[in-house]
């Protein structure tokens, strides 16, 4: 961090400046009629700023903040890959950016062509053909794919299952979005080596049950070993497989969930597809299913009919689950993306990925601990802080602040909930052997740091815009808002 | 989230195994969250209580706290009629850090049904209860 | 050959594979089932750079865009001018390949940029909170309707007014679908809300959602209506368009308890549908059932201002499956957009920007409305009040004599994007064209459009 980004900035109101502007417009042109005075606002609070200033306050902003761009970003199960700058010349054309969702079909056929040829392609890399790609985001693909579960339920006179299955390693978003759906959410407990515990499984399973959530590689980076039985006994069940796909970077194009046996999965545009993350979005969260799910997806999906793509309802459609057909630029992206690796390279971003996490561990695995040593990581991989806690009272936290010190963002903690003291290190395959060498002997010497100056750890980080700010008083007396004098 | 602090389990109270405790007070019970259960939820910022005048069930959620990083559901550990919340943790939550067996009550019930009492344990058990880690 | 954005050589990749200790990368996925290992993906072959960008020209060159032709639609999604500083600050690495600004210290150009837009929200609705953005406006009056139902007591209904954007309608009872809560009051889209709120207004309604501007452009005082709904206990939900709460009073001023909108048209692009922007606001004594992130500003250990993502026991990582809603990524670059437009437009553009679309309209609606060639034809514009006179914002419904796709097909022939078809949502506006006009038109773009009318 420069000096400049330690400074302390401003806000805009506190820049304000009245009469100053920052936009210039035309004179209006036509005749005018009188504006309707009972209507009309009295005073609008907005900063006044130059557009001079405006520019400055943003950039001096932008640079206290940390990014892709700038180096490694191993926060685990957010695959934060570069984030390739085709894609960008890509969405800047006028013919993307500058198209309107309501215009007639017939004048937005090429945004229609790459919506259903990215739909092809998604359909064609998770082996499941029935494609939306309407989800804003992963959270929403998920309720989307938990929908369309009920929607099969119901459609079958199935009105008995009330009851989600969710291992405890999951994301906080499956309970939730079950919630959402109208379920109750049914914990199905993890076993020594990472896996679903399947005693435990075939106790909760039942004729209550709609379906099962999971993320396969799970969110402690492994592979389930039984992915196969697991499905296969949600399915004598009755019950749909529904993938969490926020980890799908660790197989992309060396296995398809609809192989292993998932009925439905999202995919997170934003994680897999080099979507970049804009400081918590826009994402995109296309599902995919089994072709006898296709026809209860939301409504519309592009179709092909002849030369001519076309907006179709499936036959017993959910429903629309937002506005207008789905992050359109988001797609472009992905598209550009999926493109530009072909049917050739697809799979080494999932090898490459898998062996980059391996090795990250390989050179740390001496002086961090592995939540599961005796197995081999995919993408991820989550060592356990326990020892570092009692041994020389640094926690998580401590070491992930240390990380900023060296330069780096610090990877996710603290999840997933079953592991204590928990840091999750998701390298990607943009990183480099020699960026991986360095960041391993930063977190080497950080451990040494920690036996040997454990304050060092609590203190840090050292030389950053802000040192550790106070949560507790941000809860406590909510300031959300400049509060005007 | 420990604080450090030695954590305190008075006699003059009963225990649910969910953290709660109940005290009577005449013919009123009074309900809080245990030291034990703020030590380890830390720093609490919010406490959402019900209106007064709803009666629930012993075990029924009453209300949830929040520390900055964890959010749990409250129960009751006897049944009744919730004759008065305790208002002033709307502004000062951390009361139920500073003294969770006073200051920081946070229901009273009247009546109560006193046969739920006997479920509860007694300051020696739930305290064991904790060192064994049959209960956390 | 190594792929371009992998940074690895067969070297690296040898000498990786023996510091792990295995021998080969089929190795690393010993846990997938064999069978199931590199099935056959039927993909197009892998494009150059420059290959791709010849093909993405192609395929863009097949969409009618707003620097070619003349738009005349809105129907949620408008064409406003976005000033150059947006897309300049809003690319810059730092904020647009950030993450969730989790870790405070090395994310605060993030988080006091939102911060900033939670501030300008509140002031442009008049209420005293906001979050840092929904996926769009119809997934934000989804997550209002669910606040409501979670903040009335008894309430288990919503009613929407007919005149809310029918995307919004549809949004909101696919999510409330799996709670079975009903969405009442669109069933006849010809109903004044009066009409309906008679129908349906009851103590068991949680929240009552009403546009303004409503989606057929007509802006009105909503204090009646507020005071109704209030009066049933139930919350005053309010959809607007931020452009026009450059002039128009806040919903505030009529007593809203939940604001939402769509923020495209605060510096996003149209980019066919998305990815747009949710606005969302509340009064302050609903804070903790909001759905979605929220910035908070508090003090590092040095006493210095800082900003973190906070009363987040609200949400899905914490709460779990009691958790407001599932929401997680959102859509944070699309609020720095709309963040970095407020800052340029300031008090006084947004201000003139609304008069414009304004002015630019009511013109358009006059030119409509007074050629008697057009009215002769059968064209009548609809947006009047009792005394003859237009109450709309930037957009007009227009009567036609024969089919809206019909027109616009021949429109197009002129490179005018005409307004939106309302035959299947309004039925009972005949041949109804929902027409937008902002301050991107000009009165050469307006006067060819009535005359393409006059001729089509």
Redesign the interface.
Known sequence: ?SIVANK??P???EMSNPG????S??E??????Q??S?????E??????G?VD??R???R??????????GI?P?GS?T?K???K?N?????????????????A??????M??MYELQ??LG??S?LPGVTLQP?????G??TG??VI?AYHLARGDTARSEILIPDSA???N?????????Q?VQVKSDARGNMDSEDLRAKVSNKTAGIMFTNPNTLG??E?H??AVNQILHDAGGLVYGDGANLNA?V????PG??GFDVIHS?L?KTF?V?????????GPVMVRPDLAQFL?SPVVAQEGETYVFKNPAHS?????????????IVRAY?Y????????????A??S???A??L???IRDVYDPQVPE??C?HEFVLNGTRFKKEYGVNTLDV??RI?DYGY??P?IY?PLIVPECLMIEPT?????A?LDEFAAALRQIAEEARANPQLLHDA?HD????????V???RE?????KHL | MSSGKEITYPNDVKYASTHEWVKLDSDTAIVGITDYAQDALGDI??V?LPEPGMEKKAGEAFGVV??????S?VFMPVGGSISATNDALRDAPETVNGDAFGAGWMLKLFPYNAADLEKLMDAATYKSKIDSGEIH | MS??????TDA??A???Q????NS?S???????RD????E???????S?LD??R???????????????A?F?G???Y?H?V?A?V????????????????????????L?????Y???I???TGL???N??H?????AAAEAA?MAINSVKNGRKIIVSPTL?P??R??M???L????IPIVGDEDTALSLDAVLDQHLDNNTAGVLVANPDFLGN???LKPIADRVHAAGALFIVSTYPIA??????PS?YDADIVIG?GQSLGN????????LGIFACKEKY??RMAG??????????G?????L????R?????????T??????????A?AAC?Y????????????A??C???A??AA?EISESRQLRELGYRVVNCDSANRF?FFNEFVVECPKSV?EI??AL?KQKI?GG?DLAQEYPHLKNGMLIAVT?MN??EQ?DALVNALRES
Not at chain 3, 325 to 334: D, R
Request: glycine share 6%; proline share 6%; aromatic share 10%.
């Open positions: 961090m302390p900035e806000l805009l109101y100053t502007v920052g936009y417009l035309p209006c042109d036509v005749p005018m009629t504006l309707p009972d209507l009309l606002r009295s609008l609070n907005l900063p006044e700023v557009e405006v520019v306050h943003f950039t902003l932008s640079q206290k903040n940390y990014c892709v761009d700038l970003y926060l957010c934060m570069y984030n390739p085709v960008e010349e890509a969405i800047r054309l006028a013919g993307f950016s500058q198209v309107h969702p309501m215009q007639p017939e004048t937005a056929q090429g945004a062509q790459l092809e392609y064609a890399i082996g804003a985001a992963g959270a929403q998920e309720l938990v929908l009920r994301h906080g978003t309970p939730a979005t079950s919630a959402m759906a109208g379920y959410v492994l592979f070993e992915v196969r197989i194009g060396v296995a398809r192989d292993l997170n934003h080099s970049p993350h804009g400081g918590g979005g826009p994402g995109s939301p959910i429903g629309r689950i937002k506005s207008f057909w789905g992050n359109f630029l988001a550009v999926i493109r530009s690796f072909g049917k050739e390279h697809l799979q080494e971003i090898q490459d898998v062996l980059n391996n090795y561990l390989a050179l197995r081999v995919k992930a602040k900023i963002y610090p996710t999840f395959e943009t990183q480099s052997k960026s980080p950053t815009p802000v040192t550790r700010l106070d949560d008083k941000a809860a909510p300031v959300l808002r400049y | 910022v919010f959402e929040e520390s900055v990083k964890a959010a559901d | 792929h371009r954005f992998i940074p690895l690296d990749r000498a990786m594979l510091r792990i200790g295995v990368v190795d690393l996925f010993a846990d997938v089932p199931a290992q590199y099935p993906i039927n993909l197009p072959s892998a494009l750079e791709m960008l093909t993405l020209h192609d395929i863009a060159n097949r969409n009618a865009h707003a620097s070619e032709y738009f639609l129907a949620g999604a064409n001018f000033p500083t897309p300049h600050l809003i690319f810059r690495s730092e904020f647009f390949t950030a993450y969730t600004p989790y870790q405070p210290e090395i994310s605060q150009g993030t006091q940029t939102i911060f900033e939670q501030s300008m509140c002031d442009l005293d909170a906001a840092a953005s996926y769009d406006a119809a997934t669910v954007h995307h919004y549809a949004t009872r696919t999510y679908e799996g709670q079975k802006v009105r005082d709460l450059g002039m128009y009073q806040p001023a769509e692009a149209l980019g066919f549908g998305g990815p747009y804070l903790r992130r929220l910035i908070g500003q508090t003090t590092d250990t040095k210095r201002r800082g900003f973190v906070t009363l987040q026991a949400e899905q990582h914490i709460r779990r499956e009691k958790a809603s599932n929401i997680c990524t959102n859509e944070a670059l699309n720095l970095v407020m800052a340029t437009m300031g008090k006084q553009g947004l201000r003139q920007v008069e414009l304004y002015q630019k009511h013109y006059r109450e796709a616009n097909r197009a994007i939106y301050e000009t009165r307006i």
